[in-house]
């Protein structure tokens, strides 16, 4: 997400530079240029309480003058550092950010403010369209500024993180689904043994805080004449061994999310695998079952080291304090290998749109910015309730490493080295 600096002249950051360093538990005021929109009755996520117990308030939302002549001054006087702010660009994308990063990022300090804290008066302005600290990007024009109280009632990130990737899945539950193509993608719970050896299965896997339908949903809905000949060879090709695999992509690790898939497989299946985004790290997974050299490809010290509860927070900047589920991930993962052993899968096709396979730095920075971006691009994902998800985020500054989906994607996480090991190889 390209956005560009604010420019800020040396003699202001001179003056007031020792001011920036207030204690990030002191109320911050802002002055900004523009007016008070007065709003409508608020949407029903903004009214109250949610079913998490978390109560959202609404407070001002302020338009901005596009110029200096317009428009009057708004002073808003002790916000919380952890006050939610919606930054609303001219071009339609919404950042959720804390107001302390707000200011620290957008802000320039103009005089003493009207209330409580440091006393010092923040200013932005619509042209403070970028974080301060971004360089060699274009700026992009902040057209309104809303903020919200959030309680989140001690909450814990991984118990909505579950609850929100709930909502995605197909009627809220993980597991292998039947997808019938010529029936508009209608998708039915597999429990019992699925397919067989003796036809190659089609079987998609879908990427990260998403669902089957989220991810290809697309492809089965009706389009025109090329989009509907290629659906219908599909289905001459496939008829009903077309899968998909719903899964947890926050909460589990893509190693979790393989050894329950390979599961549930039949043995000596032909795959034929189309994956986006995180579910390609699955699909790489699954093809180590023809792994060069067997089982013992990765040694027992190679394994240790690339599980090492210490190297990984290092690594990853996180503290030690996840020794049991480093280990935890290691030995699961030699159960996957010894799973796709006897299952003898034969991967055919792969068909891997955006994979992480190096891993992502976008799941290394900060979540408010990640679910920003998913939010713009697949807003429904966000609708309702599940908007509750994001602003926890954002109030707490939820650390992506404490979600085993998204460490996964960082590129010196366990499976990013594993994956790319000189080593490792498949036939």
């Not at 429904?380 to 992506?400: C, M, Q, W």
């Amino acid at each position: 997400m390209g956005i560009g600096p604010v420019t800020a002249c040396a003699a202001a950051a001179a003056t007031w530079g020792s001011m920036a360093m207030a204690g990030d538990d002191d109320s911050i005021n802002l002055r900004l240029r523009g007016s008070i929109e007065k709003q409508d009755e608020p949407a029903a996520w903004r009214a109250g309480d949610s079913e998490l117990g978390i109560t959202v308030k609404a407070r001002e939302r302020v338009v901005l003058a596009a110029t200096r002549a317009g428009g009057s001054d708004v002073h808003i006087s002790d916000l919380s550092p952890d006050t939610v702010a919606c930054v609303e660009y001219a071009d339609g994308f919404k950042l959720w950010t804390r107001v302390d990063d707000l200011r620290h990022e957008f802000a320039t300090p103009v005089s003493a403010g009207r209330g409580g804290g440091d006393g010092i008066e923040w200013e932005i302005g619509a042209y403070a369209g970028a974080p301060a600290r971004s360089r060699g990007a274009a700026k992009r024009v902040i057209q309104a500024l809303e903020f919200f109280d959030v309680d989140v009632a001690g909450k814990a990130a991984g118990g909505l993180a579950g609850w929100f990737e709930k909502r995605q899945l197909h009627d809220g539950e993980a597991g292998l689904y039947r997808v019938d193509l010529a029936d508009e993608g209608r998708m039915v719970r597999q429990r019992g043994a699925v397919g067989s050896a003796d036809k190659p299965l089609l079987l998609f896997l879908h990427g990260t805080a998403s669902s089957t339908a989220g991810s290809f949903g697309k492809l089965w809905a009706e389009g025109g004449r090329v989009h509907n000949e290629a659906l219908a060879a599909l289905v001459d090709r496939y008829g009903r061994d077309v899968y998909a695999f719903e899964h947890r992509s926050l909460t589990e690790s893509p190693i979790d999310n393989a050894y329950e898939l390979a599961g549930r497989l039949p043995d000596g299946a032909e795959l034929h695998l189309v994956s986006h985004s995180r579910g390609g790290l699955i699909g790489e997974l699954l093809c180590l079952g023809e792994r060069k050299g067997g089982i013992d490809v990765l040694d027992e010290r190679t394994l240790d080291r690339l599980f090492s509860q210490a190297d990984l927070s290092d690594l990853l900047g996180r503290s030690k304090v996840d020794k049991s589920w480093y280990a935890q991930q290691r030995e699961t993962f030699v159960k996957l290998l010894r799973r796709l052993d006897e299952k003898a899968f034969k991967v055919r096709r792969f068909v891997r749109v955006a994979c992480p396979a190096r891993g992502t730095t976008l799941a290394s920075a900060r979540l408010d910015r990640w679910l920003s971006v998913l939010e713009h691009f697949g807003a429904s994902a966000f609708v309702g309730d599940a908007i509750y998800f994001l602003l926890e985020v954002v109030k707490r500054r939820t650390d992506p490493r404490t979600l085993p989906g998204l460490e996964a994607m960082m590129p010196q996480s366990a499976l990013v080295r594993l994956l790319n090991h000189p080593r490792l190889s498949v036939r």
